[in-house]
T-cell receptor, first 116, second 111 residues
């Protein structure tokens, strides 16, 4: 089954304790991205990657890191989480290329993070 | 000003009603327009995709784009309880996946 898998789905942590949210896709997509979703603010892009070893900042990158060492994986790293990073996080992926872009991002089921 | 504005609702309608969901955007360079549907505790899924102005129909769903007024709409005919979800509009300038999302409108269809 084609899917984007995120882990953990739910996490409660404390300020300053490093954490990683993993994301893996099995569709051979070049493009992967992380979003956070907050009430009244909608989905905002954190980081994205056009391919292996190619990453770039989105609209709200502060406090986050990413890496793309393999095509299928795109982990989101919070080196020192703070309460304002409490949010619902989504990983998404899609193809890149002429004729292949249909605006369809494939999203994971989300990871709800609470930072105390 | 946000790139894409959307009324958050919530919107409640009786089963069978016609639903109209709307967004406005500020960037005249946007050329790709999408509607995503997000069920509770799930990720968004693409519902409709439109390039440039015009209408697109898919079953009970119709997407409209008016670039002259920077206005995009989604119409749902004969609404069903299974349509109850949050609907997100999204716009893209280059088709390179740099989507700007609206905040989403929560819709409830009452049986």
């Amino acid at each position: 089954e084609a899917q984007v898998t995120q882990n953990p789905r739910y996490l409660i942590t404390v300020t300053g304790k490093k954490l990683t949210v993993t994301c893996s896709q099995n569709m051979n997509h070049e493009y992967m991205s992380w979003y956070r979703q907050d009430p009244g603010l909608g989905l905002r892009q954190i980081y994205y990657s056009m391919n292996v070893e190619v990453t770039d900042k989105g609209d709200v990158p502060e406090g986050y890191k990413v890496s793309r060492k393999e095509k299928r994986n795109f982990p989101l790293i919070l080196e020192s989480p703070s309460p304002n990073q409490t949010s619902l996080y989504f990983c998404a992926s899609t193809f890149i290329g002429t004729g292949r872009n249909t605006g369809e991002l494939f999203f994971g089921e989300g990871s709800r993070l609470t930072v105390l | 000003q946000k790139e894409v504005e959307q009324d958050p609702g919530p919107l409640s309608v009786p089963e069978g009603a016609i639903v109209s969901l709307n967004c406005t955007y500020s960037n005249s360079a946007f050329q790709y327009f999408m509607w995503y549907r997000q069920y509770s505790r799930k990720g968004p899924e693409l519902l409709m995709y439109t390039y440039s102005s015009g209408n697109k129909e898919d079953g009970r769903f119709t997407a409209q784009v008016d670039k002259s007024s920077k206005y995009i709409s989604l119409f749902i005919r004969d609404s069903q309880p299974s349509d109850s979800a949050t609907y997100l509009c999204a716009c893209d300038q280059t088709g390179a996946n740099n989507l700007f999302f609206g905040t989403g409108t929560r819709l409830t269809v009452i049986p």
